[in-house]
């Protein structure tokens, strides 16, 4: 069982930066066998692929709407794994959730793909002011 807890949304003015953070807790686990995903949702829009990262950290994949101002990284030692978010744009308002899943065999399309996720935080806000 992991438990997944983000942090670190808000409000900024566009062309800003914020850094969101997932701590998770997992018992019987180690969370630094678990691929995590950032995904996020805006209101009357389906959740959407942000950018996801293996579980040794040597492999991460990007949207192409965040490719070059997002970068997601993790520290296995403090079970967290973060989304630094560069020149934000009001288009990345959104309900930002972090997830994990187990697989040992993690691949692009799976990574971007949500139902492949085993284990949800309840999501931070992030609005992004024009």
């Known amino acids: 069982q992991v438990q997944l807890v983000e942090s670190g949304g808000g409000l900024v003015q566009a062309g800003g930066s914020l850094r969101l953070s997932c701590a998770a807790s997992?018992?019987?686990?180690?969370?630094?066998?678990?691929?995590t995903g950032w995904f996020r949702q805006a209101p009357g829009k389906e959740r959407e692929f942000v950018a996801a990262?293996?579980?040794?950290?040597?492999?991460?994949y990007y949207a192409d709407s965040v490719k070059g101002r997002f970068t997601i990284s993790r520290d296995n030692a403090k079970n967290t794994v973060y989304l630094q978010m560069n020149s934000l744009k009001p288009e990345d308002t959104a309900v930002y959730y972090c997830?994990?899943?187990?697989?040992?065999?993690?691949?692009?399309?799976?990574?971007?793909?949500?139902?492949?996720?085993?284990?949800w935080g309840q999501g931070t806000q992030v609005t992004v002011s024009s």
């Open positions: 997992a018992s019987g686990s180690t969370f630094s066998r678990f691929a």
């Open positions: 997830a994990a899943e187990s697989s040992a065999n993690w691949y692009p399309a799976r990574a971007r793909d949500p139902v492949w996720y085993d284990y």
């Open positions: 990262i293996s579980w040794s950290g040597g492999r991460t």
